[in-house]
């Protein structure tokens, strides 16, 4: 039998174990209310906020959300700067918050970019909430699907230099352990908020077999409510991942 694109079959149930999330629309609810961008991105903090809490209250145990893509360092060198404060700043506010709420932290993605104080700040976060578990809450930053992909290639590569000379050797279970999100299982459902249609270079290689969900809801309006209507839609879907009504159904 040939080897299956999917690495294993997860168990399915009502509520995803792996929530993935672009937050989109920030900017465009601003400008819709005649605010400058800056207000959106603020205003959407507290949306991740809402989110967070919601999510660990309805069971999810990973929570993934797109923060700053690579790509988004082309945008005007006044909203990259607010939005690096505003990082910094909910770090400092909110990784306390985090803790006592039970979530572990973690921030993927090439954070070499990032000034010096910014990425004391992450790890410190991160060893701060080490030791929770009841939601993981990963946020990506200068992130990007296909630069993982590349890093993971050269960790590879790095760790077994012989696969150079061998590339048939290599398999998906190697390379998707050096991915920046190993630790954690394939997201189940993907929420883009601000109704475009698109993963932008998001979890590329893990979206293989993700549930799709696009809201027209801009970020900042996002909420508990929004979070019920995606999980709605997600009881409707029929994960097959190759296999027939029939096998799935005999499955339940």
């Given at each position: 039998m040939p080897n299956s694109s999917t690495l294993s079959v997860p168990a399915c149930t009502d509520t995803p174990r792996h929530l993935a999330i672009i937050m989109d629309?920030?900017?465009?609810?601003?400008?819709?209310?005649?605010?400058?961008?800056?207000?959106?991105?603020?205003?959407?903090?507290?949306?991740?906020?809402?989110?967070?809490?919601?999510?660990?209250?309805?069971?999810?145990?990973?929570?993934?959300?797109?923060?700053?893509?690579?790509?988004?360092?082309?945008?005007?060198?006044?909203?990259?700067?607010?939005?690096?404060?505003?990082?910094?700043?909910?770090?400092?506010?909110?990784?306390?918050?985090?803790?006592?709420?039970?979530?572990?932290?973690?921030?993927?993605?090439?954070?070499?970019?990032?000034?010096?104080?910014?990425?004391?700040?992450?790890?410190?976060?991160?060893?701060?909430?080490?030791?929770?578990?009841?939601?993981n809450l990963t946020i990506a930053a200068n992130y990007g699907g296909r630069w993982d992909i590349l890093q993971a290639m050269r960790k590879l590569l790095a760790a077994q230099p012989g696969l150079a000379s061998q590339p048939d050797a290599i398999d998906e279970a190697q390379l998707a352990q050096y991915l920046s999100m190993a630790y954690a299982p394939e997201p189940d459902l993907f929420i883009r908020t601000g109704g475009e249609q698109r993963i932008s270079n998001f979890l590329i290689w893990q979206l293989a077999y993700t549930e799709l969900y696009f809201s027209d809801d801009y970020w900042p309006d996002f909420g508990a409510k929004n979070i019920d209507a995606a999980f709605e839609w997600y009881r409707t879907r029929e994960r097959r991942f190759g296999r027939t009504s029939a096998q799935v159904a005999s499955q339940t």
């Open positions: 629309g920030n900017g465009r609810w601003a400008t819709k209310r005649f605010l400058p961008r800056t207000a959106g991105h603020m205003r959407g903090v507290q949306a991740v906020r809402r989110v967070v809490e919601a999510c660990g209250r309805r069971g999810v145990e990973y929570l993934t959300l797109f923060a700053f893509s690579s790509e988004n360092w082309r945008r005007p060198k006044e909203e990259v700067s607010l939005l690096m404060r505003l990082f910094m700043q909910t770090l400092e506010k909110q990784v306390g918050k985090l803790e006592e709420q039970g979530v572990r932290l973690r921030i993927v993605g090439d954070l070499s970019p990032f000034e010096p104080r910014l990425q004391a700040l992450i790890r410190a976060a991160e060893e701060r909430t080490a030791h929770n578990s009841t939601l």
